[in-house]
């Protein structure tokens, strides 16, 4: 139950091991079909699992073994100006991690997608992200383009689903796709309309959402009600983007996977269907996507 499909676990640990080593014992209450932990850097995949693991040393055996049942990963570059420049050393050495991990690492087998990766053009330099519209040259939204497609076609060559980040660059995002061909993956923190879902969903994506849907205010309830029971049954995802995005009535806080039952409660309560059966409806989109059937 409350599988999250995105979350960043060394981010929202901050490097403890012995935070990350609670979170993960409170996890196994949950027991949940599918914990998804993001990545963002290029050489980040080695040192994300092996800091899940040594959190999971602080663990008896038996928890360990339930936290194997359910964790997985992904390995991507997220849009970045710094490796939007060097973007063909960078994918080449994504590329790389990628094969030392499927050769030597502990977890090696449950690196089931690509990303997070894409397009983001939302600029607020005071942000977490500090983007300024003016740093994006013509060149840059064209490595920025390119990068993405680089890593469409390493997910396709692996035969793995994609992770997409697309913030304020739906029509980008869609020509992108489109030019890629590869139709397999989900639109991660989702944050546009219905028409835009449709577009998305009529060529096979998945859609996650998370947090965010709770801040909505009155005034659009009813568009995030019609949105909401819009995404169909078999193609709906739950995520907390942790540490980032806590749901209401924890707005504000640092976010943890431990907090999406709230974003579970909110969406249910708009389908009109009980937790459970919306819990059990993810984990069945989780297994099919992800090939864990």
């Known amino acids: 139950m409350y599988s999250d499909t995105h979350f960043h676990f060394m981010k929202l640990c901050e490097d403890s091991v012995e935070e990350g080593s609670q979170i ?4 196994n209450e949950y027991s949940p079909v599918f914990e998804l932990d993001i990545g ?16 999971m040393e602080k663990l008896t055996e038996d928890e360990q073994k339930k936290v194997m049942s359910y964790i997985y990963f992904s390995a991507g570059i997220w849009p970045n100006p710094e ?11 994504l590329k790389e991690e990628i094969e030392r991990f499927q050769k030597e690492n502990y977890f090696k087998g449950r690196l089931v997608a690509v990303g997070e990766c894409g397009l983001d053009h939302h600029w607020n330099v005071n942000g977490p992200d ?6 994006f040259t013509e060149d840059l939204f064209k490595g920025e383009r390119e990068m993405f497609l680089m890593q469409i076609d390493l997910a396709r060559s692996l035969n793995l689903p994609v992770i997409i980040h697309s913030r304020d660059a739906f029509a980008d995002t869609l020509s992108c796709i489109d030019e890629a061909g590869y139709h397999n993956g989900i639109i991660h923190c989702y944050s546009y309309g219905i028409d835009e879902a449709r577009q998305f969903l009529d060529r096979g994506w998945y859609i996650a959402l998370g947090g965010a849907v709770t801040y909505t205010k009155k005034s659009k309830m009813e568009g995030m009600h019609q ?20 749901p209401v009535p924890l707005r504000g806080q640092k976010n943890t996977p431990l907090n999406i039952c709230h974003t579970y409660e909110f969406i249910a309560s708009h389908r009109g269907v009980s937790v459970e059966e919306l819990a059990a409806n993810v984990d ?10």
Not at 83 to 93: G, Y
Not at 227 to 246: G, Q, V
Request: proline residues 4%.
């Open 24 to 27: 993960l014992k409170k996890l």
């Open 284 to 293: 069945e989109n989780v297994r099919r996507l992800f090939r864990l059937i």
């Open 40 to 55: 963002t850097k290029p050489d980040d995949l080695v040192e994300r699992t092996s800091f899940i693991k040594e959190c």
């Open 227 to 246: 949105l909401l029971n819009f995404i169909p049954d078999d193609r709906i995802l739950l995520e907390t983007d942790a540490p980032y995005l806590s």
């Open 83 to 93: 490796e939007i420049r060097d973007r063909s050393a960078c994918v080449q050495k």
């Open 130 to 135: 500090a983007r300024d519209e003016a740093d």
